[in-house]
């Protein structure tokens, strides 16, 4: 189950530096965790989940495999990309493949390093990015809506709900709103998400700071965090200078420069969860002596949906899983203890997915 990050900003505020470093310390990483460059431009990173090791300990397991995630680095943005200028084009579509956009901001003084509107301005720079994107979301909608006209006409029930929902989001942007702002009913959630609309994307802004605000922000990030916080979207601190010397570092450098720097861990470790934190994913365990794996799910994963992100037959022929909460497999020291104690669950179809739950599936293949 593979989740899609976009890293999206306007030129020369550190997106490709961010992006390199990210990727770097992924590659660095190989011999620990799987990680691969799928594209020149996109690349997959271990998610920091510190339990797994802890699991993998008690049951001896040979292999560590953690979940991931995927990062795409998107051509620069200019304005006017709605209309394709630059590589508007390409990077639309390219967004439009994403999950959720982490939008990088630059929040630094740097006279050497010009900026494409002449101006050090985060909340403007966020803004021109956000108008692009409404601007080639209320044209593709419109678009859209004359297809559906005829079919629409002809009592096609499908194409009405789907020229109600253009409808809603249409009205949105024309307020000025982006289309993630609109509260959708639950029976038409995934009608909605169908609808790949540029601006109903989660968005993650990254600030990308000197090195000496990296623990701290500033001004701008103070900002930045203001807009976050109205609009409901994420926001990471992050000097990617920093990030670049890092990923050029072994385990033990890197947590000594982190120490010196006044920082706890590495700001990618943070864009990374913040990011799976932001999509509402959650984790849950495979625990054995051959192999501790951790597997993606979003949040309110009933258990035969869990099973099928391994395989689909899993699913589909689901039975049962043999459930233990990651507290109880950790207190007890395994599975055994975990049975001896009481903790040890058997649980149905209609079981929701608890985070950190180790689990085992029993099925007809």
């Keep these: 189950?593979?989740?899609?990050?976009?890293?999206?900003?306007?030129?020369?505020?550190?997106?490709?530096?961010?992006?390199?470093?990210?990727?770097?310390?992924?590659?660095?990483?190989?011999?620990?965790?799987?990680?691969?460059?799928?594209?020149?431009?996109?690349?997959?990173?271990?998610?920091?989940?510190?339990?797994?090791?802890?699991?993998?300990?008690?049951a001896g397991s040979k292999a560590i495999i953690p979940t991931r995630m995927t990062f795409v680095d998107i051509a620069g943005l200019v304005r006017g990309a709605s209309k394709g200028e630059g590589l508007g084009n390409q990077f639309l579509a390219n967004i439009?493949?994403?999950?959720?956009?982490?939008?990088?901001?630059?929040?630094?003084?740097?006279?050497?390093?010009?900026?494409?509107?002449?101006?050090?301005?985060?909340?403007?720079?966020?803004?021109?990015?956000?108008?692009e994107l409404m601007l080639a979301d209320l044209e593709s909608i419109e678009r859209r809506r004359t297809n559906l006209a005829r079919k629409i006409k002809g009592n096609d029930k499908d194409a009405a709900d789907q020229d109600r929902l253009l409808a809603v989001a249409q009205a949105a942007l024309e307020a000025?709103?982006?289309?993630?702002?609109?509260?959708?009913?639950?029976?038409?959630?995934?009608?909605?998400?169908?609808l790949q609309l540029l601006t109903s994307k989660p968005v993650l802004?990254?600030?990308?700071?000197?090195?000496?605000?990296?623990?701290?922000?500033?001004?701008?990030?103070?900002?930045?965090?203001?807009?976050?916080?109205?609009?409901?979207?994420?926001?990471?601190?992050?000097?990617?200078?920093?990030?670049?010397?890092?990923?050029?570092?072994?385990?033990?450098?890197?947590?000594?420069?982190?120490?010196?720097?006044?920082?706890?861990?590495?700001?990618?470790?943070?864009l990374i969860r913040a990011g799976y934190e932001l999509l509402g994913l959650q984790t849950y365990f495979t625990v054995g002596p051959k192999e501790a794996r951790a597997w993606t799910i979003t949040k309110g994963t009933l258990a035969p949906g869990a099973a099928g992100v391994i395989h689909g037959d899993f699913e589909k022929g689901f039975i049962r899983s043999e459930t233990i909460a990651y507290a109880d497999y950790i207190a007890h020291k395994g599975e055994s203890g975990a049975k001896?104690?009481?903790?040890?669950?058997?649980?149905?179809?209609?079981?929701?997915?608890?985070?950190?739950d180790v689990l085992h599936f029993l099925f007809n293949a």
């Design 205 to 270: 802004f990254v600030c990308n700071v000197e090195e000496s605000a990296a623990a701290t922000g500033n001004s701008q990030t103070e900002r930045v965090a203001k807009m976050a916080q109205e609009q409901g979207a994420g926001i990471v601190v992050i000097s990617a200078k920093i990030e670049e010397e890092i990923s050029q570092l072994d385990g033990e450098e890197a947590e000594m420069f982190l120490d010196e720097m006044g920082l706890e861990e590495a700001g990618l470790d943070r």
């Design 340 to 356: 001896e104690a009481g903790k040890f669950r058997v649980e149905g179809k209609t079981y929701e997915v608890k985070d950190g």
């Design 1 to 58: 189950m593979g989740f899609k990050m976009g890293i999206v900003g306007l030129p020369n505020v550190g997106k490709s530096t961010l992006f390199n470093a990210l990727t770097r310390t992924a590659a660095a990483q190989a011999a620990n965790f799987p990680f691969c460059t799928i594209e020149p431009n996109v690349g997959e990173v271990a998610v920091p989940d510190d339990r797994l090791d802890k699991l993998a300990a008690i």
């Design 176 to 194: 000025g709103r982006p289309a993630r702002s609109v509260s959708v009913a639950a029976d038409d959630a995934r009608a909605w998400r169908l």
């Design 96 to 131: 439009r493949e994403c999950d959720s956009i982490a939008h990088v901001l630059r929040c630094f003084e740097d006279g050497d390093i010009t900026h494409v509107e002449g101006r050090i301005d985060p909340v403007a720079d966020a803004e021109t990015i956000e108008t």
